[in-house]
């Protein structure tokens, strides 16, 4: 195995490493400044001078697939990105999540990365010109609503929202929750997962359509905090959705598609996650340290002291295991798609967020009280990252396919049911 990077990949991490230096980690405080001015729901000059800033420089959209070479003869050039691999891109998203408002700066943040793609593979020519490709711009920001309070929603056929046809309309109700990016005043069009059919295949009950934010009916019952941040201009919302009426054209691939867009919009969003969470693990690890070597306490510099070096060495560890298995997930989708990389997507899931709340909560612990202040930004750090072991899948989900896929390797259903009739027989 060669682990060395290829000059691409070393090139786009590389420049979105550089950019971030230069231009976003010394605004960051112009970011929490502006942020503190006014009402909470707003949009921060920071971040469009950046923006802009990064797509004149070329960074921007770079999970989009690139120019595929074919003559132009439907929207196949227009929508095209950059084409960084999963791989490529893994190694930018971790730069990204070193500073929580990197990733916008690139048009590369969610839930948009994940609904461009949706947009880009399963959109219809008028779906893109209309959303996105203000989307791939950076005119507009866009929300995904698939959690639901009344179900447990780890278990997306559960999901209770209608969506009924009526004439050349579809009906939407129901109600949805964190829904993310819904309070951002820029966001415009939201991808909505409802039944179309209560009746048909547990899989092929789910539809997704795409629901303008300002219809008739859509109501934001109220902003959820995590662990009491807001997560302005961002945010996460409840929204009621009553008699929401919007054209039948606006529906993504067709009734009974939602599970098949889904697993496609899923996998490569887990690898963002994750790999930005390995950012956030960094940015930890390098704070904890310097705190330990800049503070003295019984007559020695904290880092001095035994429990500290073996914390730091673990943090270090588990760092370069997840980001290599990170990598390996990505590799393999790249080489051999989704499916062929589903326990390691599952893994990895599992593993980065549990590595980096580690490594937060002893950064926290070496911070003393200033800690848990906002001072250095570690108490939201780890409410940001405790809530991905539930988003795109809790734990529990991901570990459950793990395990069936090695009970598989043994012989798995027929196994199980052997097992059971011999304790029947008893």
Partial sequence: MDFTLTERQAYWRDRVRDFIEAHVRPRDHDYHAQQAEGGRWKV?????????????????NLFM??????PHVDDSFEFDGPGLTNLEYALCAEEMGRIGWASEVFNCSAPD???????????TRDQKDRW????????????FLMTEPAVASSDATNIETRITRDGDDYVINGRKWWSSGAGDPRCEIAIVMGKTDFEAQRHAQQSMILMPLDAPGVKILRHLPVFGYDDAPHGHMEIELENVRVPVENMLLGEGRGFEIAQGRLGPGRIHHCMRTIGVAE??????????????????????????????????IDIEMCRLLCLKAADMMDKAGNKAAQAEI?????????????????????????????????AKAYAGIRTL???????????????????????????????????GAR
């Fill in 44 to 60: 921060l000059p920071v971040i469009e001078e950046e923006k802009a800033r990064a797509k004149a420089a070329g960074i921007w």
């Fill in 65 to 70: 697939p690139p120019a595929s070479g074919r």
């Fill in 113 to 123: 990365t994940g609904n461009m793609e949706v947009l880009h593979r399963y959109g």
């Fill in 132 to 143: 996105l490709k203000p989307l791939m711009n950076g005119e507009i920001r866009s929300a």
């Fill in 283 to 316: 940015e930890a690890i390098e704070k904890m340290a310097k705190r330990l070597l800049s503070r003295v306490a019984f007559g020695k510099a904290v880092a001095e002291h035994s429990v500290w070096e073996q914390r730091i060495a673990e943090a270090r």
């Fill in 346 to 378: 599952a893994m990895i899931k599992v593993a980065a967020p549990r590595m980096a709340l580690r490594i937060i909560d002893d950064a926290i612990q070496a911070h003393g009280g200033a800690g848990v202040s906002e001072d250095f930004g570690l």
């Fill in 389 to 423: 072991r539930l988003a795109d899948g809790p734990d529990e989900v991901h570990n459950r396919a793990i395990a069936r896929l090695e009970f598989g390797k043994h012989g798995g259903r027929d196994a199980i049911a052997a097992a059971k009739a011999a304790a």
